[in-house]
Each structure stands twice: as C-alpha cells, then as structure tokens.
C-alpha cells in the first residue's frame, strides 16, 4: 500500500497495434468508472507493442506521463519508463510472460509485479486440445490428401496406423499454472492422463492432473509420454529444456504441442526427427525469432502445424477476463491485501 498522501496517478498503456488486444474504449470506460476514489487515471493513447512479453521501448506519450505515477498498467514496463518512474509501488501487466519486465530493473527493486498469468489459459487449453486430436486423429493427412483431391483410407487403416483417442493418453504437461492446467482439465475429461512438472512437486498433483513429478524426473516421464505440452514460463530452468537428447527420449508416435517459448525446444533437432518420421506431429505456436523466418524447415513439414502465436486469441472474452482481475487486485492494492498473481522475480514467474 503506498504511503503517497497527494495525487495518487495510475498510467495506463494498453493502446496495442494488434486490434485484439487493444483495450476497447469499454473497457477503459470501465477503469475509470471502477477506480478506487482519489486517483488520477493517465491512458497513453499512443500505439504499444503486446507481442511476447511486451514492448521493448515505450512512446513519447508514456514516458511524459510515467514520472509520479504509483502505478503502471501495460503489456509489461520498458526499462526507461522504468527508470523515469521514481514513484512507482505497482506495475501489472497484461500478459502472461514477464521475461522482458524482469529485465526493466524491477527484479532488483522494491516495485511490486503482477501478471496476467491464466487469463489466456481458457483459449489457449482449446488450441492444445485441438492440436493433439490434429494428430491424433489423422487430420494432417486428411487435409493433404484433400489438397490433392486423393480419396484413400490406407494412411487411416493401416496395421501401424498412428489414429487413436485421447482417451488412455498419458500427457506430460511441463508448468501446472494456468495455462497447463486449464489444459489439463480438458484432456482429463476426455479421459486422458496428465502428469504435470512442476517446480515443487511435494505440493501435489493440481487439479486437472493424475500425479505431479520434478522437472528432474522428465527424463523419466518422456519415454512414457504419448503427448508432450510446454505451458511454462520461461526460466533459467527451462530455458533449452527440449534438447536434441530429451527430444528423442520421447516415443515415435508422440505429439509435442509448445504454447510456452520458443526458446525452450532445439529447432532444428525437432526438424530433424519429424522429418525422419521419428515423431508423429509438433504443434507449435511459439517460436525462439518472431515471425518464423520463411527458411525454416518447420513450414514444409506435414507432421509441424505452424501457428502464428495466435492460441490465445479469444476477441470479446480476453479484457473482461482481464480486468477483472486487474481492478480486483487494484482494490486489493489500495486495501493493503496480498495480490493475486504477485510475480517472483527469483523465480522468473
């Protein structure tokens, strides 16, 4: 709770060039009419970036409001709007990932940092679900074969053919936060088994999940996976997680599906085996450079379906979704109540 006994200013940044998640004037209508009493409301009007973690400098427009604010509200904190903030007690993003955030300066201050961790776990469970039965399910041979006008059931009824149902399936999900374990909800009612990697482990399995394991026990758990799914932050821990070693600890017939960062598997090892048919298929909606540059092996691929970073794409549910949480923990704030979704900085997450 800030001890400022003047005007307390509150810049919000949310004025994104993606019209997805720019913030409507609805939603900056409802700020205003939900603020607590006492604060001055600065909205930047200037385009931001949402791609990632956030934009990587701030406009003009921000860096002129920023000085007095108490709190910041945007797609992440710039360092140099960080450092013109003097007065600065909260910044809350409304993204999920805080990888650029933790490098602005906050990390080694007293500022306090909350995301918008679980707000895009809704839609972006769907995509997983529907990117393992693409797989599952044969639909990339379907749509090629439809492409060529071929009608033929061999791929599908074939001795070895990789058609089978989520039912039964054992998933390996690395990161039981909100987006693994929205995830984890779906499949586990379509009767699959989810194992979640989790940092600490004696917590117990979330729900949505059979058992929780180590992120030292993977090894263990890859051979045994029918699906893989990334749907955790991005770490010292995690970063380079899928090497070319662990990629081939996985089974032939597994489907890995990443909605984390991209940063977090080796391409061109997944490349490798996917085109020697040594995986059945990767979902990937993340990768290590944005937009996937055209000479990437991946495009060509049958067995990679390669998305544009749009799995959280949800038009008319992401803002209500998200403020709501914003304007809770801004009372929570102003109350002196713990935060929801309070980042540590140690932690990465």
Not at 60 to 74: C, D, H, K, N, S
Not at 183 to 189: E, F, I, N, P, Q
Request: hydrophobic share 45%; glycine share 8%.
């Amino acid at each position: 709770m800030s001890t400022l006994t003047d005007v307390r200013r509150i810049v919000v940044d949310l004025a994104a060039t993606s019209r997805n998640w720019a913030i409507p004037p609805h939603g900056e209508a409802r700020i205003r009419a939900e603020a607590p009493p006492g604060w001055e409301i600065a909205v930047v009007t200037a385009p931001t970036s949402s791609d990632g973690d956030g934009p990587q400098g701030a406009s003009t427009e921000a860096m002129e409001l920023i000085p007095g604010a108490e709190v910041y509200f945007g797609f992440g904190i710039t360092p140099d709007l960080f450092s013109a903030a003097k007065r600065l007690r909260w910044v809350h993003s409304a993204a999920a990932g805080v990888g650029n955030v933790l490098k602005s300066g906050i990390a080694e201050s007293d500022v306090l940092l909350t995301n918008s961790a679980g707000v895009h776990g809704p839609p972006i469970a769907e995509f997983v679900v529907a990117g393992i039965l693409h797989f599952m399910r044969g639909l990339d041979v379907a749509i090629e074969q439809q492409r060529r006008g071929e009608w033929s059931k061999a791929f599908f009824v074939a001795d070895d053919a990789p058609i089978r149902e989520v039912s039964g399936a054992r998933v390996v999900i690395v990161g039981t936060g909100g987006l693994g374990g929205e995830a984890a909800r779906r499949l586990t009612a379509l009767g699959a088994t989810c194992v979640g990697i989790r940092r600490r482990p004696e917590l117990g399995a979330p729900d949505g999940f059979a058992e929780a394991a180590a992120l030292s026990d993977l090894d263990k758990e890859l051979p045994r996976a029918d699906v893989l799914v990334l749907a955790a932050p991005l770490t010292a821990d995690t970063n380079e997680l899928m090497t070319r070693r662990r990629l081939e600890l996985l089974p032939p017939t597994a489907i890995i599906v990443n909605v984390a960062r991209g940063a977090m598997i080796d391409d061109e090892a997944l490349a490798d085996l996917l085109d020697a048919q040594r995986l059945r298929g990767a979902v990937l909606d993340v990768f290590r450079q944005e937009p996937l540059a055209t000479s990437s092996r991946l495009w060509q691929l049958r067995s990679a379906l390669v998305v544009p970073h749009v799995s959280p794409v949800s038009p008319g549910r992401f803002w209500p979704r998200s403020l709501d949480l914003f304007l809770d923990n801004w009372r929570r704030y102003v109350a002196g109540q713990p935060l929801r979704n309070l980042v540590d900085k140690k932690a990465g997450y």
